[in-house]
């Protein structure tokens, strides 16, 4: 009786130990921004984030690095927004940002301040945004809508970095998309993640 059992036990045996070879920490690794398809984008510049190559997936952000684990104080001061996209509609976005920066971290039960003694600072980078051109609008996808795309780099009071986040976001006009995009990312700094 026990070479049947033992015979009938030797498949789920083989398939656990197949299980366990593929299951080595490099299988198990995050993917990164850097080996994405979004990293391969000729129009999205990759100038402002110190440690694009340690971006992993997001949360509710796209791309995010929290070197230390979730960030553990409440208040934050926001500077304006800059932009190294290209075109006047990158410009604007930028204009949008701290406003909605404040705006989202203030849901997610931060303190936003308007000047020194915050617990972080946080930069805002646009480098991409786009209107949708005619044919894109008729026949939809990605391009029916505009879109942006965000970085911020957020530092502690001595100045080290404790995140980075990498968003692209749609909406019905670019104002629209920079507060969809801000959105998800301060629901990313609040969960760490």
Not at 170 to 193: M, P, Q, W, Y
Request: charged letters at 25%; proline letters at 4%.
């Amino acid at each position: 009786m026990s070479s049947n059992v033992a015979r009938k036990l030797l498949p789920l045996f083989a398939a656990a130990l197949v299980l366990v070879a593929f299951s080595t920490p490099a299988a198990l690794a995050q993917k990164t921004f850097l080996s994405s398809d979004d990293a391969k984008e000729r129009d999205e510049p990759q100038k402002f984030l110190p440690d694009y190559d340690k971006l992993v997936k997001g949360k509710d952000a796209d791309w995010v690095y929290f070197p230390d684990g979730a960030l553990k104080g409440k208040s934050f001061l926001v500077k304006e927004f800059v932009n190294n996209g290209k075109g006047r509609e990158a410009k604007e976005a930028a204009s949008y940002g701290k406003e909605y920066m404040e705006q989202w971290l203030q849901k997610q039960g931060f303190d936003v301040v308007d000047k020194g003694g915050a617990d972080y600072t946080v930069e805002g980078n646009i480098f991409n945004a786009w209107e949708p051109s005619g044919a894109a609008r008729v026949w939809g996808g990605w391009g029916a809508n505009p879109g942006v795309g965000i970085e911020l780099l957020i530092k502690n009071k001595s100045g080290a970095i404790v995140a980075e986040l990498r968003q692209k976001s749609k909406g019905s006009t670019i104002h629209d998309a920079v507060e969809n995009g801000l959105e998800d990312c301060a629901k990313s700094i609040a969960k760490g993640k």
